[in-house]
């Protein structure tokens, strides 16, 4: 018999992971355990997507999402599951890491893979060296805990199996206290959802090159994006648009990259695309080991071609 | 005046990876680093007791390779360093990576404020720091990019997915930070030289309490390989190609 806890404080992440639990569940047999952090909506949520049961605990208003660290410690130490999947979230990594410290447990953090053999022992894989490698880990102990990135997996069908929700309070940890919430600025584009994504790295010379950038991707139908150094170092473009292991993960129709020479940690951003096109002056850019289509040229001459050649073909 | 500490890993380069035969990645001729956040949490530290005094203990953990770090973490502002320092510790996870820190940071008689990067640049499992702050019993805040000393507090700006989290909270704490926390400078030859003079201490496995319980890692790694990459790899000659594949991929 196998037991199965999920956890997320986002009630989509809380539902996909219970959907994915149930399938591992029904193949041993076992039972499935989802815990909500924020609201008693997501309990109810996973009760009716796959959860035999489902706890939810309350913390305070001012209390950090991590103060539940403890508290959820003790109840797994009780219950004692053999696999623990919770969201990667940031909050989340940092609270799965503090229980498996009191637990003296495993993590693994953000697998992008999962695989759970017959005896119930997981295996998953994880991306390693800024992404430049991709590691395969198994568990050397029974209490199995992992974070899974959110979107992982597809939202499970409606399959209602218990009502019970336990509630517990969360014990105010009067050290540390929330002072003040700020909601994150958008301005720029939303490259996460787009399908065409321009890409631009440290190969565009100039600021005042971006319009020309921007205007590719609006004959594109598309989104910029960019690498790291420009939005960090250079500031050139918003910081929600870089593409990275540390930024966002695009997975378009097509990517077109720009004057950027395909660092691992942006290679670990793009890797989904479906289709990638580059630009590159240095034909010696590892961006074209990882490109379906390639061309040698500098971005000042081959951006305004580029326009007129697209705007001859109709765009 | 606060006592600050922080925790650095000693990396390999991931620049210098090599991939091998049937995408297997090649080490063996790669140098090693300081993590790259990790220099963010010397940088900071450095910052703070410029501001308000007190003194910087460095801490790492690993085998008889991290000897060499000790002279770069040193260049950067500690005062003295502590290696938890044994061959059995060579590749130890992130369990025991942190039960050996808390270990190192026992030793010494008060803390008040510990930095760690948020993740290293080799597993970027990001770990160490909240799993140290459990171990330790003092509270962690994590992915910060503003800190501000207040008197036997500190206030934080956590970076998250949706915004900023302000975090008011009473010493002693862990907090790991984020790279736009600040820029670290680079260590000047009178900073490289006074480093040789800065005392370091090294604790073994022994001197660390550590036992069969504490060295048994929790997870093993199966296999490392580069991400696999299935793309045509077509070069065209000019623009108007290049074009042409574009409009052709959405239509």
Redesign the interface.
């Given at each position: 018999m196998s037991k199965i806890w999920v956890i997320s404080e986002q009630t989509a992440t809380l539902l996909e992971l219970t959907g994915e639990a149930r399938r591992l569940a029904d193949a041993k047999p076992g039972t499935v355990t989802a815990v909500a952090l924020q609201d008693r909506t997501a309990a109810e949520a996973a009760l009716a997507h796959g959860a035999d049961e489902a706890l939810w605990l309350k913390l305070a208003e001012n209390q950090p999402l991590e103060a539940a660290a403890v508290t959820l410690s003790e109840l797994m130490r009780d219950a004692q599951p053999n696999l623990v999947l919770f969201g990667a979230t940031l909050r989340a990594r940092d609270l799965a890491a503090q229980v498996a410290a009191h637990l003296g447990a495993a993590l693994g953090s953000c697998a992008t893979a999962l695989r759970v053999q017959a005896d119930g022992h997981a295996e998953f894989e994880r991306i390693v060296y800024g992404g430049g490698g991709v590691s395969t880990q198994a568990f050397t102990g029974p209490l199995q805990l992992l974070t899974i990135s959110p979107r992982t997996f597809a939202a499970p069908a409606a399959n209602t199996r218990g009502t019970s929700i336990r509630e517990v309070n969360v014990p105010v940890d009067a050290r540390v206290t929330i002072t003040a919430r700020k909601a994150r600025a958008q301005t720029g584009a939303d490259i996460a959802g787009a399908t065409v994504v321009v890409g631009v790295g440290r190969g565009l010379s100039k600021k005042e090159d971006l319009a020309a950038v921007q205007q590719v991707a609006s004959k594109l139908g598309g989104a910029v994006g960019c690498t790291r150094p420009v939005a960090e170092d250079l500031q050139w473009l918003p910081e929600e648009t870089y593409i990275g292991i540390s930024g966002r993960k695009i997975a378009p129709q097509l990517y077109l990259a720009l004057g950027l020479s395909g660092q691992v940690q942006h290679l670990a951003g793009m890797r989904d695309s479906k289709l990638v096109v580059a630009i590159n002056k240095d034909e010696k850019a590892p961006i074209f080991e990882h490109a379906d289509v390639g061309l040698v040229a500098a971005l000042e001459t081959a951006l305004p071609t580029l326009i007129d050649e697209l705007t001859k073909l109709g765009r | 005046m606060p006592n600050v500490i922080v925790c650095y890993k000693w990396v390999?380069d991931?620049a210098d990876?090599r991939v091998g035969p049937g995408g297997a990645?090649n080490l063996d001729n790669a140098g090693r680093k300081i993590s790259e956040y990790d220099r963010n949490a010397l940088e900071e530290a450095a910052l703070i007791t410029e501001k308000h005094g007190g003194t910087i203990t460095a801490v790492s953990l690993g085998g008889p390779e991290i000897k060499a770090s000790a002279k770069d973490a040193l260049s950067r502002g500690p005062n003295s360093v502590i290696l938890a320092m044994d061959p059995t510790l060579q590749a130890a996870?992130?369990?025991t990576t942190?039960l050996g820190l808390a270990a190192a940071v026992r030793t010494l008689s008060a803390y008040d404020l510990i930095l760690c990067g948020e993740g290293s640049?080799?597993?970027?499992?990001?770990?160490?720091?909240?799993?140290?702050?459990?171990?330790l019993r003092?509270?962690?805040?994590?992915?910060v990019n503003k800190l501000t000393l207040d008197g036997d507090h500190v206030?934080c700006e956590r970076k998250?997915?949706?915004?900023?989290?302000?975090?008011?909270?009473?010493l002693p704490?862990v907090v790991?930070v984020l790279?736009?926390l600040n820029k670290p400078r680079i260590p000047g030859l009178k900073q490289v030289m006074g480093a040789a003079k800065k005392p370091q201490v090294v604790l073994d496995a022994k001197a660390l309490g550590f036992g069969t319980a504490e060295l048994?890692?929790?997870?093993?790694?199966?296999?490392?390989?580069?991400?696999l990459?299935n793309?045509?790899?077509?070069?065209?000659?000019?623009?108007?190609?290049?074009?042409?594949?574009?409009?052709s991929?959405?239509s």
């Open positions: - | 390999l991931e990876l990645l996870d992130a369990h942190a640049g080799d597993q970027y499992a990001q770990q160490v720091g909240p799993r140290m702050a459990a171990l003092v509270p962690c805040i994590s992915y206030i998250l997915e949706e915004g900023v989290e302000v975090v008011r909270a009473q704490v790991t790279p736009d048994t890692p929790r997870l093993s790694t199966l296999a490392v390989k580069a991400p990459s793309r045509k790899k077509l070069r065209v000659q000019n623009v108007a190609e290049l074009a042409q594949q574009l409009v991929a959405l």
